[in-house]
C-alpha cells in the first residue's frame, strides 16, 4: 500500500542554519505531496505542494521538490528561525483515494 | 473564510462512555475527513465524507462511525471508549474533487480516563 518515510527526529539545529528533512514515498500512479506543519497544541497547516514530477513547491522560504525518479519529496530552508521549531509532516494523497498517507513526523527544534 | 472549526476542543471521558465531535468546514466545501493522532501512531486516516455520503474509510472498528449533514458539517462518534481512544481527531476538508489539498481544524483532544 502507499506510505511515506521521513528521516527520523527530533533536529536540533541553530538559528541561520541551514535545514533538510528528507521524505520519500511508496505510492501508484502519480500521487500529490505535500509538507504539513504542526505548531504546539495546533492542528496541521499546509505549509507547501506539488502534483507532478519536477514541480518545485515553495513557502515562507521553505522548498521541496517531487523527484519522481527517487521518489522523494525533501524539505528545505536556507536559514531556518527559532519560529520555525515545529513538527513536520510529509504527506501524499494518490487519486481514487480521497485521503491523505503521512510520515510519522520530524520534530524541529531552533535554537537561538 | 472562516477556516475549518472543531467542537468541541477538549474532552475528557471515561472508559465505556460514548462521545461526539463535531466539524464545521470552510464555506463551500463538500467533503470532511477525519484523521487520529497519536504519538504511538501517528496520523491515520478514519473517514471521508461527501455530500452526505461515506466515500472512504480508514482501518478501525466498527465504535467508530461518522455522518455528514446537509449544511456539511460533520460528526464522529466513539462508542464503548477505550484507554487506547485517548487522542487527539483533526477534521480537515476539501472542495471535493480527489487530490484537492485539505484544510485541517485545531483537532478536539480527547482523554479517557
Known amino acids: 500500500g502507499d506510505s511515506v518515510t521521513q528521516m527520523e527526529g527530533p533536529v536540533t539545529l541553530s538559528e541561520e542554519a541551514f535545514l533538510t528533512i528528507n521524505c520519500t514515498y511508496t505510492a501508484t500512479g502519480y500521487p500529490s505531496l505535500f509538507w504539513y506543519v504542526q505548531y504546539p497544541g495546533e492542528g496541521l497547516q499546509l505549509l507547501l505542494k506539488?502534483?507532478?514530477?519536477?514541480d518545485k513547491g515553495s513557502n515562507k522560504g521553505f522548498e521541496a521538490t517531487y523527484r519522481k525518479e527517487t521518489t522523494s519529496f525533501h524539505l528545505e530552508k536556507g536559514s531556518v528561525q527559532v519560529s520555525d521549531s515545529a513538527v513536520y509532516f510529509c504527506a501524499l494523497s494518490r487519486a481514487g483515494a480521497q485521503k491523505l498517507v503521512f510520515g510519522q513526523g520530524t520534530r524541529l527544534t531552533i535554537n537561538p | 473564510k472562516a477556516g475549518v472549526t472543531q467542537t468541541p476542543r477538549y474532552l475528557i471521558k471515561t472508559r465505556g462512555q460514548q462521545v461526539t465531535l463535531s466539524c464545521s468546514p470552510i464555506?463551500?466545501?463538500?467533503?470532511v475527513s477525519w484523521y487520529q493522532q497519536t504519538p504511538g501512531q501517528g496520523l491515520q486516516f478514519l473517514f471521508e465524507y461527501f455530500s452526505e455520503t461515506q466515500r472512504n474509510k480508514g482501518n478501525f472498528p466498527g465504535r467508530f462511525s461518522g455522518r455528514q449533514f446537509s449544511n456539511s458539517r460533520s460528526e464522529m462518534n466513539v462508542s464503548t471508549l477505550e484507554l487506547g481512544d485517548s487522542a487527539l481527531y483533526l477534521c480537515?476538508?476539501?472542495?471535493?474533487?480527489?487530490?484537492?489539498?485539505?484544510?485541517f481544524g485545531p483537532g478536539t483532544r480527547l482523554l479517557v480516563l
Open positions: 506539488a502534483t507532478k514530477a519536477d
Open positions: 464555506s463551500g466545501h463538500r467533503s
Open positions: 480537515a476538508s476539501k472542495i471535493g474533487q480527489d487530490q484537492e489539498t485539505q484544510y
